[in-house]
């Protein structure tokens, strides 16, 4: 029996699904035989199409078909089982492109299951039973297959490198120890392995405090959007309420302004028709009188004449018609000219609202509670790359440098006049607005630079203490020349020392109201430090004095 299982394929008996011996094999009407929890796991998959098919020929099946075990192939695996033999291995235990392989296997050979740093050789689970059995192998260090065997040799000694130079921090052999490496701290691998593993569980542990610290952090941000999306969805359903009842209110003051102009017109109107009525009734009456007195004035007979004009009642008073002054009604004017200023009211207060509202909403700010920068590295993490605006620009100054530096030139400059232009201080502004964490650098040169930080609303004409910088509370600067530093803020000059450089760094962090200068060298040192509170977005400046010039850095 033995000897009859000896010679059946165990291919002929492996299920095509899980590449393994068939168990509980059932057949189905095509005559393809698989494990029954492999094919019934397969149309469970086709369940959703309510179409069966056979997974070697595709015979489909308009239902499901009743799985019945194959006793015979049942038998036969089971005989299989019994001589000792098994299934070959499946196409997935053979070694391919990445795969270590078995050194010992020979024709297709099997995926190594361990490698040995002694034989400098790897054995698939087969050909690794004598390391795992003989007591031979029993000092063998083995590991998981890998390609790199050759790595763990040495290349002077040929010789498997068990030792550990701290001194040059490599791995050597022990003839290493005794020759070029002689003389150096060296221990075991075994030895620095575990200090180092020791090291590795502590930055671990690091990471993994890290990772809590995050995960907490993201679960309050995920909070804050919540947070955020349902502040905005109050603030606009809040503020289309309030724009509403100012709509109502207006358009009431409107109907009441309608209604008072409508009703003076009716009354102006009736009291002017009134007047035309009466003037109408003496202009008849008048009339009739001027007929009789001119039929009178025919009269041929003296005394007729006489007792006709005589007979005739006085005439009645009526008032002079140059006495009724009649003029364009100002009045309705009056209401255009009211109607017309209250609308440039309202205008002024939306513009004014709607700056501070814009600054509102760009001042919403979700951030981390991170530890100040402590080294360059730290701050050139918010390094911002800015440019210089021409719009700006004094006409004594000259730009260069993709609008990065600027010169400061005896002959004006053909620059064309616009309100954002600084008359008479010799100063110019970046482009960008600085909001939230931000770092620059400013190289200069010559005899005295200003750099500053300012609001973009400053004064740009004269030199009075509004548009200076650092003469007003709009703007902050620090004066760099040959003499030393100053720093000036709402015309209080204070003197910083620090040593001389012709570098200078800025930091802002506009929403913890902090702007720090450093000098930077060869190391970099804080000349000045200035905490307050920041209302608007701020821009960059430079003041520039003749013979000097000053550039932004590119970082």
């Keep these: 029996m033995a000897q009859s299982g000896a010679q059946l394929d165990p291919e002929l008996l492996s299920c095509c699904l899980c590449l393994d011996l068939l168990k509980d094999p059932v057949a189905t009407s095509c005559g393809h035989s698989y494990c029954r929890k492999c094919l019934q796991h397969h149309w469970d998959v086709e369940e959703v199409r309510r179409v069966y098919s056979c997974p070697q020929c595709r015979t489909t099946f308009t239902t499901r078909p009743v799985l019945e075990k194959n006793i015979m192939l049942a038998a036969l695996v089971e005989n299989l089982k019994k001589t000792g033999l098994q299934a070959a291995p499946a196409d997935h235990c053979y070694a391919g492109a990445g795969d270590v392989a078995c050194d010992f296997c020979t024709g297709r050979k099997l995926k190594a299951f361990k490698s040995c740093l002694v034989c400098r050789a790897s054995y698939c689970d087969s050909h690794l039973q004598?390391?795992?059995?003989?007591?031979?192998?029993?000092?063998?260090?083995?590991?998981?297959?890998?390609?790199?065997?050759?790595?763990?040799?040495?290349?002077?000694?040929?010789?498997?490198?068990?030792m550990f130079c701290r001194t040059d921090q490599q791995m050597i052999c022990y003839l290493c120890s005794v020759d070029e490496h002689k003389g150096h701290d060296t221990v075991s691998a075994a030895a620095e392995r575990t200090e180092r593993q020791r090291e590795l569980e502590m930055t671990r542990q690091e990471i993994q405090q890290r990772t809590q610290h995050k995960e907490e952090d993201l679960k309050v941000l995920q909070k804050e959007v919540k947070s955020i999306n349902g502040s905005a969805d109050k603030a606009v359903k809040d503020s289309e309420d309030i724009f509403t009842q100012m709509i109502r209110v207006l358009e009431k003051r409107r109907s009441e302004v309608q209604h008072q102009v409508r009703s003076t017109q009716e009354a102006e109107v009736s009291r002017v028709k009134d007047l035309q009525?009466?003037?109408?009734?003496?202009?008849?009456?008048?009339?009739?009188?001027?007929?009789?007195?001119?039929k009178i004035s025919h009269t041929l007979d003296d005394s007729q004449f006489l007792h006709n004009f005589s007979s005739l009642p006085a005439l009645s008073q009526s008032p002079d018609s140059s006495r009724l002054e009649i003029h364009p009604l100002r009045y309705f004017d009056d209401v255009t000219a009211a109607v017309s200023k209250l609308r440039?009211?309202?205008?002024?207060v939306l513009m004014e609202t709607q700056t501070h509202i814009s600054w509102t909403v760009r001042n919403v700010d979700v951030s981390l509670d991170e530890p100040e920068p402590s080294s360059r590295e730290d701050f050139l993490r918010y390094s911002r790359q800015i440019t210089l605006d021409p719009n700006t620009a004094n006409k004594h100054l000259l730009l260069s440098q993709e609008d990065r530096k600027v010169t400061f030139m005896n002959r004006v400059q053909s620059f064309s006049d616009n309100s954002d232009r600084f008359t008479d201080c010799y100063q110019i502004l970046s482009r960008e607005s600085l909001t939230g964490q931000c770092y620059w650098e400013v190289e200069w040169r010559g005899r005295w630079v200003g750099i500053a930080v300012t609001y973009r609303n400053i004064s740009r004409s004269g030199w009075s203490v509004e548009s200076g910088f650092g003469s007003n509370k709009k703007s902050w600067r620090l004066v760099c020349s040959s003499?030393?530093?100053?720093?000036?803020?709402?015309?209080?000059?204070?003197?910083?020392?620090?040593?001389?450089?012709?570098?200078?760094?800025?930091?802002?962090?506009?929403?913890?109201?902090?702007?720090?200068?450093?000098?930077?060298?060869?190391?970099?040192?804080?000349?000045?430090?200035?905490?307050t509170t920041f209302t608007q977005p701020l821009h960059a400046g430079l003041w520039v004095d003749p013979g000097s010039s000053a550039e932004l850095m590119k970082l």
């Excluded at 009339?287 to 007195?293: I, Q």
């Excluded at 450089?501 to 962090?509: P, Q």
Aim: hydrophobic fraction near 30%.
């Design 130 to 162: 004598p390391h795992l059995r003989s007591s031979t192998f029993q000092r063998h260090k083995l590991v998981d297959p890998t390609q790199q065997l050759q790595e763990n040799i040495c290349p002077h000694h040929d010789e498997v490198m068990k």
């Design 277 to 294: 009525k009466k003037l109408e009734q003496e202009i008849t009456e008048l009339k009739r009188r001027d007929a009789e007195l001119d």
């Design 344 to 348: 440039d009211k309202i205008q002024e």
């Design 483 to 531: 003499g030393g530093y100053e720093f000036s803020h709402n015309n209080i000059s204070t003197d910083v020392s620090g040593p001389q450089s012709s570098r200078v760094g800025v930091y802002l962090d506009h929403t913890a109201g902090l702007l720090c200068f450093f000098s930077i060298s060869g190391t970099m040192k804080l000349l000045h430090r200035v905490q």
